[in-house]
């Protein structure tokens, strides 16, 4: 069974950079896509980005610019880095796993989400 | 970019009942690139369809999701406590790669 679980601080600072860590039990990120969606409170769902173990990732355009998500499959987890950071980044963080059947997309494995508050 | 609408915002229905959800895409989606997303209170969401209509592992046989085009729907064919939730659709686009979500539709116990 395939477990994902996020890690990081729950406060951050505005202007300061957001650092999330992903930890995967249960099958490796060598496999798959693997990204990140947050949920600001009381609204819907954002994607933000992808990471692939190859290197490959893609962002969401509004947050290119602001997005890094890299990977370490010594350790089997992936990051995600937020910088300049504004209370409208104020969110739920889940990290998911994306499958592909037959040539269908998903995000099939989620983590159950870390609140991230921007406050000074 | 590809914008998703959900309609209705609420749909408020009896546990029996059968409730129907739209999804509707500014532009036209593949069906292999359509899916929703089931989510709790407090509750990471749980993929219930992709490919449009084809269920996740796991999922009942009375969810089912349907549509092509720009015009998709998931039909929850009988109501269970349990199905009260909020439900998203999500469309990836391959070129490049990338995720959108519609903004929701919570359905609520009448």
């Known amino acids: 069974q395939v477990q994902l679980q996020e890690s990081g601080p729950g406060l951050v600072k505005p202007s300061e950079t957001l650092s999330l860590t992903c930890t995967v039990s249960g099958g490796s990120i060598s496999t798959y896509y693997w990204g990140w969606i947050r949920q600001p409170p009381g609204k819907g769902l954002e994607w933000i980005g992808f990471?692939?173990?190859?290197?490959?990732?893609n962002y969401t355009p509004s947050l290119k610019s602001r997005v890094t998500i890299s990977g370490d499959t010594s350790k089997n987890q992936f990051s995600l880095r937020l910088s300049s950071v504004t209370a409208a980044d104020t969110a739920v963080y889940y990290c998911?796993?994306?499958?592909?059947?037959?040539?269908?997309?998903?995000?099939?494995?989620w983590g159950q989400g870390t609140l991230v508050t921007v406050s000074s | 970019e590809i914008v998703l609408t959900q309609s209705p915002g609420t749909l408020s229905l009896s546990p029996g009942e059968r409730a129907t959800l739209s999804c509707r895409a500014s532009q036209s989606v593949s069906s292999s690139y359509l899916a929703w997303y089931q989510q709790k209170p407090g509750q990471a969401p749980r993929l219930l369809i992709y490919?449009?209509?084809s269920r996740a592992t796991g999922i009942p046989d009375r969810f089912s999701g349907s549509g092509s085009g720009t015009d998709f729907t998931l039909t929850i064919g009988r109501l269970e406590p349990e199905d009260f939730a909020v439900y998203y659709c999500?469309?990836?686009?391959?070129?490049?790669?990338?995720?959108?979500f519609g903004q929701g539709t919570k359905l609520e116990i009448k």
């Open positions: 999500q469309q990836y686009g391959s070129s490049p790669p990338r995720y959108s």
């Open positions: 990471f692939y173990y190859s290197g490959s990732t």
């Open positions: 490919g449009a209509s």
């Open positions: 998911a796993r994306q499958v592909v059947v037959g040539a269908s997309p998903g995000l099939d494995y």
